[in-house]
């Protein structure tokens, strides 16, 4: 499915570039802004794995599903872009992360100084942030959209907590990771009112660990200044720092509004 979608990304990006042109082509109206905003409703269920060590030893290899319990969270983005002049435009993100389990231990294992037993209360939290800055350089614009190719930093900033609640132990893991990336965004205007975006974006950084970013997306034109958004996002990062391991991997359905001025 994963492939599927980013093959789907490829296509209609290299149907932009390849659409016929005139010297006179502009940007869609649309795309005559100055700052533009965009706030999107986004409710993950996280996938992925969780290992903390102690010195010497390493410690159990959690699913954060199966073995902690970790629901639905909302990590709502906030996405701006302000135009520089020319192709070039600053575009940065905040999205708040927040993810909560409490289930019963179905078998024993250890996350740091914790010990949990078969049955013990296991309570977990990912708390946190994902900031992202780039700088966009559109080297393809005409009256269907624009192609551009994006160089900047996504940055982790999350704390993992663990605590066995019939013991009262307790571990708290932050985990803080910038990543330069590397990417690809463009939107194609199939219509005045109608327009649709791909964007894959990531970089790995050796055995650190690695950030992979995809959207998908569509938007209804109200009029120039606002749309309607639905689409897909999906957002991959790892972690890993010695004995210590995390993988949290994030991806649904979005929808949202986007205001240009």
Partial sequence: ????????FSIGLGALVASPTGAGDELPSAEDYTVRVEYLFWSPQPSGQLQKGLGDLEGTLLDVEADLGLGEGNANPIR??????GAWKLRGSWSPLEFRGDVIAEQPFVYGTTVVRAGDRVLTSLLGNYVTAELEW???????????????????????????????????????????????????????????????SGLTVGDRGHVWELLLGARVHVVDRLAV????????????????????????????AELSL
Avoid: C
């Fill in 1 to 8: 499915m994963r492939h599927a979608r980013v093959a789907a």
């Fill in 80 to 85: 701006g872009a302000v135009r520089l002049g």
């Fill in 138 to 200: 559109d080297f393809v614009e005409r009256r269907q959209g624009f192609f551009g190719l994006l160089l900047g930093v996504k940055y982790f900033d999350v704390d993992a907590a663990l605590a066995n609640g019939t013991t009262s132990s307790r571990v708290l893991e932050t985990e803080r990771l910038p990543i330069p990336v590397l990417g690809l965004a463009g939107r194609a205007y199939l219509h005045r009112r109608f327009s649709v975006e791909g964007e894959l």
């Fill in 229 to 256: 958004t639905g689409g897909f996002r999906k957002l991959v990062f790892e972690g890993r720092d010695e004995r210590d391991f995390f993988n949290l991997d994030l991806g649904t359905w979005v929808f949202g």
